[in-house]
């Protein structure tokens, strides 16, 4: 998600989430960014606040972090990145990659396109 948005929010991400879950029949899971290495979901203030104080590098590992904990991701997954978010992923793609990202839609980003 993007700056000022938290992967919780019931008018912004989670509309989002079901409907991406529903229109492909697949599981979805909208990563936080909690500040505790330890805490993988469970932080809406935290979670919206680092989008604008957490650095990239301590996102793109708490992004893995918490890809890497869910068994649902193990074989691979498709990741939609907003705004910010495709940073992140990107980021995720290029030092981590595992579980392997099979496919990434960038939407809103700063992808050039």
Not at 30 to 55: H, I, R, W, Y
Not at 57 to 70: L, T
Not at 85 to 99: A, C, K, S
């Amino acid at each position: 998600h993007g700056m000022g948005d938290f992967a919780s929010n019931p008018l912004g991400m989670v509309p989002i989430r079901k409907m991406i879950a529903s229109d492909v029949n697949a599981y979805v899971h909208s990563v936080e960014l909690c500040s505790k290495p330890s805490e993988l979901s469970g932080c809406a203030v935290q979670d919206q606040s680092n989008g604008f104080l957490m650095t990239m590098d301590a996102q793109v590992d708490q992004f893995a972090r918490v890809v890497k904990a869910d068994p649902k991701l193990a074989q691979g997954f498709n990741a939609v990145g907003f705004s910010q978010g495709n940073t992140v992923i990107r980021g995720y793609i290029h030092r981590y990659n595992d579980p392997p990202v099979k496919s990434f839609v960038s939407m809103h980003g700063v992808m050039m396109g």
